[in-house]
């Protein structure tokens, strides 16, 4: 009796022993190994940013992490990240999150075509009700993290694997590095505003221009830093000639709030939000808009 009860037992525990190595073996095939995924479409998600966002592959939905970067954030939330951010590109809070904007257009304008996926699978950290994982992301014109990188549009940061190409992760860290530097070397991105002076707690932002007119796929010397001047001109010239006492604080567009010195696109967002209002009076109710901010911006309303 006590030899089949121990026979039993030592099967039970052997077959324990099993599953368990079976179990773990395919945890670990399944990080190891990368898939690729094709054709896949990004999906329109108002929390999709530089570095993470919706996409659609094989009819299933995935929030994609990217791997190896950080973009800033897109909106006034986490505040210890954003001044993390900020520090890192020596710039202010605010400019920092409109970086954060011109990162999450540049990824739009890239991922409006079909792309490709390589991931593992591999959890990626947040909340979302979506599986959020880590990938590698392919466009027509090369990998997205370097692409960002090369702008001026994120930091080096974050989860590094080995590559699929079994490249190790510090091999594709030098490479950003690399691409990081002449970003820095051509102004681009974030580089163009970055160590200016501020003139006051409440400083506004520098110019920053647009990501469909100052970034372009990798950073070139001459053409690029020339290609900026004229718009971040064209920025400041319009808004010398907006029109004083023109624009209607209840109906004015994104665009429109944008024109006027000293407004942003967070500053126009955070306008927008609030309204309506009884008269512009009431702009110094909005959060970020102090008695100086107050007295520049109010002149250019009804």
Same mark, same amino acid.
């Given at each position: 009796? +006590? ?9 039970? @525990? /052997? ?24 054709? /896949? ?57 409109? +970086?954060? !904007? ?32 880590? %990938? ?7 990998? !997205? ?7 001026? !549009? ?14 190790? %992760? ?5 490479? !950003? ?68 006492? *023109? ?14 010195? %000293? ?7 955070? @306008? ?12 110094? *109710? ?10 520049? @911006? ?5």
């Amino acid at each position: 009796m +006590i030899k089949e009860l121990s026979s039993s037992l030592v099967a039970i @525990i /052997c077959g324990a022993i099993w599953l368990s190595a079976v179990d773990r073996v395919d945890a670990k095939g399944r990080e190891k190994d990368w898939i690729t995924l094709d054709n /896949c479409q990004l999906v329109p998600n108002n929390a999709n940013d530089g570095d993470s966002f919706h996409v659609r592959a094989n009819d299933t939905e995935y929030l994609v992490r990217l791997y190896f970067v950080d973009a800033p954030e897109t909106a006034s939330v986490g505040p210890a990240r954003l001044i993390e951010q900020a520090e890192y590109f020596r710039v202010s809070v605010p400019q920092v999150i409109e +970086i954060g !904007l011109d990162a999450k257009k540049f990824v739009d304008a890239k991922l409006s075509e079909p792309f490709t996926i390589v991931t593992r699978m591999a959890e990626g950290l947040g909340r979302s009700k979506i599986q959020r994982v880590y %990938g590698l992301v392919r466009t027509k014109d090369g990998d !997205l993290g370097e692409q960002l990188v090369a702008n001026g !549009l994120a930091r080096i940061h974050g989860v590094h694997p080995a590559t699929p190409d079994g490249s190790s %992760g510090q091999d594709e860290i030098q490479k !950003l590095e690399q691409l990081e530097q002449a970003a820095k070397q051509n102004k681009l991105g974030a580089w163009a505003i970055s160590g200016q002076p501020l003139t006051g707690p409440s400083a506004t932002p520098q110019p920053f221009a647009n990501a469909s007119h100052s970034i372009s796929v990798t950073p070139t010397s001459s053409s690029s830093t020339a290609a900026m001047n004229p718009v971040e001109t064209k920025t400041s010239h319009a808004k010398e000639k907006t029109p004083l006492g *023109k624009i209607d604080v209840n109906t004015a567009t994104e665009k429109e709030l944008t024109t006027v010195p %000293g407004i942003g696109h967070v500053m126009a967002a955070r @306008i927008i939000a609030a309204r309506p209002f009884k008269s512009a009076d009431d702009l110094k *109710k909005v959060s970020g808009i102090g008695d100086k901010k107050y007295a520049q @911006i109010r002149p250019y309303f009804q």
